[in-house]
């Protein structure tokens, strides 16, 4: 079965810095790889996704994120946060074939706090 | 466009009450799948469907039953609630069975075991 790890619980950013948020899975196959946000007491929103191609995707909002795939690593970027972005981000992998493939699975989550 | 709704949205019970939380989507898509939130554990997959009358479970199926009768239907049932079930409940859905498609989620509904 697959797993999602991401690093960081809580981070702390003032606005204009720059975000890297970390995400490694485990699966030995083909992913589908997703980071989803969730504002306070809302519901997720797909921020972006990968399945094949350029592993440099770009969402919504000014977000970005680069699939490595030796290292396992799908890592949240944006250049330049805003108060707006504060909010717990989810990473999420599900194979893309097989008996998990039907599986999304979620990171634990990581609160972003941007101070104005 | 409603996308996914889910009712009610805020719901207090009493251990060994039973209760069904719903969820429904305008969006004719085949999959659907119900995810609990806990406080730093992320969502944590219940049960899921990829069409009518077929369901499966997920991570975290003890206490729960459900079933799908239509395409737009995917309820959730907790036979005899215990305070282990405190939790946000989100449904979700996607188009087809294309792994690569993104889940669209409901609002949640805030569900209290006493």
């Known amino acids: 079965a697959q797993s999602v790890s991401q690093h960081n619980h809580h981070v702390i950013l003032s606005e204009a810095a720059s975000l890297e948020l970390g995400c490694n899975y485990s699966y030995g196959g083909t992913v589908n790889l997703f980071w989803y946000v969730q504002y306070p007491g809302q519901h997720l929103q797909l921020l972006l996704k990968?399945?094949?191609?350029?592993?440099l995707v770009k969402g919504i909002k000014g977000f970005e994120a680069e699939f490595i795939k030796s290292k396992f690593s799908f890592n949240l970027r944006k250049p330049s946060v805003q108060w707006s972005d504060t909010a717990e981000y989810f990473c999420?992998?599900?194979?893309?074939?097989?008996?998990?493939?039907?599986?999304?699975?979620f990171g634990k989550g990581t609160k972003l706090s941007v101070i104005p | 466009n409603a996308g996914v709704t889910q009712t009610p949205k805020f719901q207090v019970l009493k251990t060994g009450q039973s209760m069904t939380l719903q969820c429904a989507q305008d969006?004719?898509?085949?999959?659907m799948s119900w995810y609990r939130q806990d406080p730093g554990m992320g969502l944590r997959l219940i049960h899921y469907?990829?069409?009518?009358?077929?369901?499966d479970q997920g991570e975290v199926p003890n206490g729960y039953n459900v079933s799908r009768s239509t395409t737009e239907d995917f309820p959730l049932r907790l036979l005899s609630a215990a305070p282990s079930q405190t939790s946000v409940y989100f449904c979700a859905s996607r188009p087809g069975t294309g792994t690569n498609q993104p889940q669209h989620f409901g609002d949640g509904t805030r569900l209290s075991i006493l």
């Open positions: 969006m004719n898509h085949e999959y």
């Open positions: 999420a992998v599900n194979p893309y074939s097989g008996a998990g493939s039907y599986q999304l699975t």
């Open positions: 990968y399945f094949s191609g350029d592993p």
């Open positions: 469907s990829v069409g009518a009358g077929i369901t």
